[in-house]
Every structure is written in C-alpha cells, then in structure tokens.
C-alpha cells in the first residue's frame, strides 16, 4: 500500500517590521508618561512625610562612590527602548511592554506603601558624570528604592537582548560582553550612591516575576483563568495561599528587627503562585515544556517551593524502589535522577513541579499536572497514548513527584486502554502487586 506524503506545513510569514516598529512607538507613547508622572508623584508624597525610614547594612558604608558608573547606569534608558524595537512579532511587543507595565505597577505601589529613603550623600562631580547627575538629580529623589526599578528593568532587558543575541551570528562575542555590561549596569546603582543594597535582591524579585506574568513563549498563566470546582483543588489553593500570606507576614514583621527577614518574600510569591494554579490556572504557572525544561523564571521563583517538593520525594520514597515494573518493559515510579532516566529509552513526565534533571541523554516527553488533583481528560488521554508509542521504542518510565499517584493513574488509565487490564479493579490490582503506595484519586475522592 502506497504511504501518503504529507507536505511539511509552511512557515509562518514574517510580520512586516514597519508594524512592529509601530506598535513598540505606541507603547513607549503610554509607558514613558506613565513612568514619570507614577514616579514623580511616589516622590512627592514621600516628600510629604514627617519621617521616611531607611535599610542599611552597616558594610555598605565601604561602598565606594565611582562617578564613571553613572554612564552604564544611564545606559539602560536607550536599552529600554531599543528593547521594543528588537522584536520579530507584535506579540512579542507586547509580552515585553506588559513586563515592563508590570515592573512599574508594582515598584511604584511599593513606594507608596512602603518608601524608603537613600541615605548616602553623593560628592560632587565634574564633566559627564556631573552632568549625568545632575540631569538625574533634577527628577530623581532618593525616596524610591525597594524594590529597585532600576533591577527589576534590567532583569527584563538582559534576559530580552540575551535572547535577541543567541539568534545572531555574532552572539558568541556578543553575549559575553552583554552579560558584562549588564553586570556594571546592576553595580552601578551601589557605586552611584543611587540605592541600598535591600533594593537589588527585591528589585530583581520583580524582575523575574514581570518574565513569568508575561513569558517570551507559551501561554500567560492568567489566561484563560476559571475558578476551579473541585474541592480538594479549592483546598490546597487555600493551604498554599495561607503559606503565602504567613511567609509575607514573616517579611513584614521581621523587617523591623532585621531586614534578613525580607527574604522570606521569595517563598511567600513561590507559594502564592502554586496557589494560583490550584485556584484555577492549572499546572501552566510552573511553565514546564514537553521536554521537561521550565523557563529561567520558574525556575528562579519556584526554587523555595521546588526545593520543599525534592525534600517530600525523598521523605516519601527514601525506603522504596525508584521504579516498578507493571508489564511490557513499563515501569512507573518517583521522579527520577539523570542516571535513573538514563536507563530506559523514553521517560513519559507528569510532575507539573519538578524540572528535567541536568545530564539527562534518553527521550524525555512531559504532560504538567498537578498533585493531589485529578489530571485533565485530555492531558490524560494524550499521556496515555504516548506510553503505548514510546513502549514500541523500549523501556518506559512513568514517572510523577513519588510515583504514588499522577503515573499510577496514567498506567492505570493505559492498561484499561490497552486491553492489558479489563477493569480499572484489575488495573488497580496490578498497580499493588508492584510493591508500590498506589493512591488513585477514585480511592482519594471516596475517602474525602
């Protein structure tokens, strides 16, 4: 019988640039007022305050004052720009118009909320830096710092122009001296007696938060949000959204003995995320790719959180084989180590939380779920079809957090399929005889 050749399907047209140019010019039209008139008027009503605290670590007083760095400090206003007009869609205008929008919203709240005051009086200058200074000086004053805008714009723009320069012929030369520049460009509002140290950690917190809410590829996990209706999904988006907001009270009320407490606003954001995915946004807020990879961004933000599930799979599963076989060289079990995965020829990945181990060699094909909760029907029944694909290739691991549930409902799901097991009973029998904790969410539904 004669095999069909499907045509490979066209490449999508290249979108006019005089578009996009234009459509950067009209966002820059709405973010440049925007900027200034937020700016100035935290300014002035911080100006309007009997007493505006500061935070300062006793080493900063070592800092040095080096004029010159004014220059890459300033830099980031043309880099700002030029950002926009370095785009190949119109999309991504405005995937990095709504970071920037974000940085702004939210620094800016937070000098009203909660400003703070630069306290280092700079010496004068001469030439271009004194004239740098004192263009700066004449709308600048030193009430807005934390969270650094100044950070939180470089976070956006580096991770921007180290994109654009991958795809560039040159970006071999060019990336390194990019990474230096923005390097001199974060020194410098230290070495500029501009802002305290408190404003970079924070600064750069929203930075990366402004690459999750809008990232350069994928869907924005606030699109398309419905407020779940399943119970235990209502519930665990209630535990984790009270961790946040514990974590967040933790910073707040630390910060008057020491601002090392402010730290404990990198866990508050990482759970009030994985509650807003439980809440209804699903497993797109950990940003994971079919190849199990995560965006730079989840990977920064969730590390408080990722590192609390590594610790639960090993406090689960530190007694039990990482993997079980159940029929025709498919195995299920924990989230596996490179050398694990290494071992068979397809890893089949249903942990929406935890990202492709490093040095892994063997075909890797991700479904994100969440824990705990029933995995979508269509995510299921992709994830199903996949094993049976991939079993024709070799070995095949299922695999989720502990191997207790989101696999053992997938291989499940698949030996019914398969005519391998005639009832999911059967299939749930075959499951136990592994030797494995097996919590399939029928058995989890009935006992809630």
């Known amino acids: 019988m004669a095999v069909p ?5 066209p490449a999508p047209a290249r979108e006019p640039y005089f578009g996009i140019v234009l459509r950067a010019a009209l966002w820059l039209a709405l973010l440049a007022p925007f900027f200034y008139s937020t700016y100035g008027f935290a300014n ?8 505006v605290g500061s935070i300062v670590y006793a080493w900063e007083h070592a800092i040095p004052f080096v004029a010159w760095t004014i220059v890459p ?3 980031i206003n043309l880099f700002y720009g030029l950002s926009l007009l370095l785009n190949t869609t119109r999309r991504g205008v405005d995937r990095l118009a709504g970071r920037y929008l974000t940085a702004q919203v939210v620094a800016v709240a937070c000098f009203i909320l909660f400003p703070l005051t630069a306290t280092f009086v700079r010496p004068a200058s001469t030439g271009l830096p004194g004239f740098l200074f004192a263009v700066l000086g004449g709308f600048d004053k030193p009430f807005n710092q934390a969270p650094s ?5 470089l976070v956006i723009i580096w991770d921007h122009w180290r994109h654009v320069l991958a795809r560039h012929r040159l970006g071999a030369i060019l990336r390194p001296v990019w990474h230096v520049w923005c390097f001199l460009i974060g020194a410098s509002v230290l070495t500029t007696w501009q802002h305290h140290f408190i404003d970079i950690p924070t ?12 990232p350069a590829k994928g869907e924005l996990p606030f699109w398309g949000f419905r407020p779940t209706t399943d119970p235990k999904a209502r519930r665990l988006a209630s535990y984790y959204a009270l961790g946040a907001v514990l974590a967040f009270a933790g910073a707040a009320a630390g910060a008057f003995i ?16 994985v509650a807003f995915g439980y809440a209804g946004a699903g497993a797109k807020v950990f940003q994971k790719a079919a190849d199990g990879s995560v965006s730079l961004a989840s990977r920064l933000l969730l590390l408080p959180y990722r590192l609390g599930a590594w610790v639960n799979v090993w406090a689960w599963t530190r007694e039990l084989a990482p993997q079980s076989e159940i029929t025709d060289s498919v195995f299920f079990g924990r989230f596996p180590t490179a050398d694990e995965a290494n071992r068979f020829v397809t890893v089949v990945d249903l942990a929406g939380e935890l990202e492709r181990p490093r040095g892994v060699t063997c075909r890797w094909i991700s479904y994100a779920m969440l ?4 995995p979508p029907h269509d995510r299921l029944e992709r994830a199903v079809a996949a094993i049976e694909l991939a079993r024709r290739r070799g070995t095949v691991l299922v695999c989720c957090a502990l191997g207790f549930q989101r696999s053992a409902a997938i291989v499940a799901d698949w030996l019914v399929v398969t005519g391998r097991a005639h009832t999911a009973a059967q299939a749930r029998k075959k499951l136990a005889a592994s030797g494995r904790p097996v919590h399939l969410h029928s058995e ?5």
């Open 5 to 9: 050749i499907t045509a490979p399907a």
């Open 44 to 51: 002035w009503l911080a100006s309007r305050r009997d007493h």
């Open 73 to 75: 400090y300033w830099s």
């Open 149 to 153: 805008l100044h950070i939180a714009l």
């Open 203 to 214: 600064g750069a917190l929203l930075g990366f938060f402004a690459l999750w809410l809008f």
């Open 258 to 273: 020491s601002a090392d407490f402010l730290i404990l606003l990198w866990p508050a954001l990482a759970l009030a995320i």
């Open 371 to 374: 824990d705990l909760v029933a």
């Open 444 to 448: 989890a539904d009935e006992a809630a």
